[in-house]
């Protein structure tokens, strides 16, 4: 009896437009992730997806690619993510891709100067890459319609709606046709996104490539637990024994302040991202983590998720993050697409607790490890200083030269 060939696991018979296969072929792209290979071929057929994946598997090429491909057959899309990073990480991933084909996008988020959006829409785009609040100040000074699209991807969505993004999804999604493709592509799946699935998919087909909470399967973690004194002598040991890319997790804006000045001090090339940062500022931290600029990068949980940057030798959680599934994602930005990565935890006594929860999660056990040797406490006069900030002042506002030339006017509500 002949036994069939099996097929090398490549792009090649996914259903991909050859001049789409070529391109992906210059850029290095071989063989598609587990994500890519079960949900590209379904969502060229235009099938509403629910794609369940743990972070850094490449869920962006898993929508992009199809997304991409609709394009260039004259269908419109909308791709909705909760962060700036993520949406400008999308929209570079679809400039690699869709520009050398003619596919036009353009990036809508907070932070960016208006006149370039408005510009990008004015060019009629194929493609619109956008955070809920940009979005939405957009539609509602009728700079943008969504009538047109034929193609909508949520992704992140469970983060979209941790961060308070529910009525803003629920307008946007009022606005644009029934008759549509949706995917919808997530870390964890609880119950608010299988009831938003249910209310604005139709019949989704659901590829669940790992577990929620199952860490990356090459990431080599440690736990020690410690006193906040000695969290700084530590990372000061740590930085000296590795010698690649480290990213250390903070809780707080200030917390990165202070770690990222503390490096400095010690002679590391280190820098900071974090909510506080302007758009250009995230951007120039994140291109001096990428090319080597600054072999640091100290960041609250902005960079927990969707952030690539590869080969990123240490995560360090200096801090342990406030809810278990972020310790996931935190990991996740090591080990990405298969590499191996190792992550290390920094644990006070009183937060045994928040250990278990995350244990739990994982379905595996965090063993603590013994301090080592750590180097001696530096003295006062070699450790940063920081000041609480002036409290700023309710008065009227200066004169108007000096405002925000944004056309769009700031809301309550969380942050763009």
């Known amino acids: 009896m002949m036994v069939p060939m099996q097929e090398p696991s490549n792009f090649y018979g996914l259903g991909i437009a050859p001049n789409i296969l070529t391109i992906l072929d210059k850029l290095g792209f071989k063989t598609p992730t587990p994500i890519q290979e079960k949900s590209i071929p379904p969502a060229i057929e235009g099938k509403d997806l629910m794609g369940l994946a743990q972070t850094g598997t490449g869920k962006t090429l ?18 909705i993510l909760p962060t700036r990073e993520l949406a400008l990480q999308v929209k570079e991933a679809y400039q690699k ?6 596919v036009r996008s353009v990036l809508l988020v907070g932070g960016e100067a208006i006149f370039r959006q408005l510009q990008g829409l ?3 785009p194929m493609i619109i890459i956008g955070t809920p609040g ?34 803003q999804l629920k307008r946007i999604l009022s606005g644009v046709p029934k008759e549509r493709q949706t995917m919808l592509f997530s870390a964890t799946m609880p119950n608010e996104i299988v009831h938003l699935a249910h209310s ?26 410690l006193t906040k004194q000695d969290k700084p002598r530590l990372l000061e040991k740590l930085l000296s024994e590795y010698r ?22 010690l002679g590391h090339s280190a820098t900071e991202l974090h909510s506080n940062k302007s758009l250009n500022q995230r951007r120039e931290a994140l291109d001096g983590f990428r090319n080597g600029r600054y072999r640091i990068l100290v960041a609250t949980d902005i960079a927990a998720r969707g952030i690539d940057v590869k080969g990123i030798e240490l995560v360090v959680n200096y801090d342990l993050p406030s809810n278990a599934e972020d310790y996931i994602h935190r990991i996740g930005r090591t080990a990405r697409a298969g590499a191996a990565g190792h992550a290390i935890s920094f644990a006070t006594p009183d937060q045994r607790g928040d250990v278990r929860d995350i244990e739990r999660l994982m379905r595996a056990t965090l063993p603590p490890k013994a301090l080592p040797d750590l180097p001696p406490m530096r003295p006062e006069s070699e450790r940063p200083r920081f000041y609480p900030e002036p409290e700023r002042s309710r008065g009227p506002r200066p004169s108007s030269r000096f405002q925000s030339r944004s056309r769009f006017p700031r809301r309550p509500g969380p942050a763009r």
């Open 62 to 79: 898993a929508f992009g690619i199809p997304m991409i491909q609709g394009a260039l057959g004259g269908k419109r899309g909308l791709v």
């Open 97 to 102: 891709i869709g520009a050398p084909l003619g």
């Open 122 to 124: 004015r060019a009629n």
């Open 134 to 167: 940009r979005i939405i100040d957009h539609l509602e000074q009728k700079t943008l319609s969504l009538f047109q699209v034929d193609i909508l991807v949520l992704d992140e969505a469970d983060r979209m709606l941790d961060m308070g993004f529910a009525p």
């Open 200 to 225: 604005y998919m139709k019949l989704p087909m659901r590829i669940e490539i790992a577990p929620p909470g199952m860490a990356a399967s090459k990431i080599t973690q440690e736990l020690f637990f």
């Open 244 to 265: 690649g890319s480290v990213l250390v997790f903070s809780r707080t804006k200030f917390g990165a302040k202070r770690i990222g000045a503390s490096v400095r001090l």
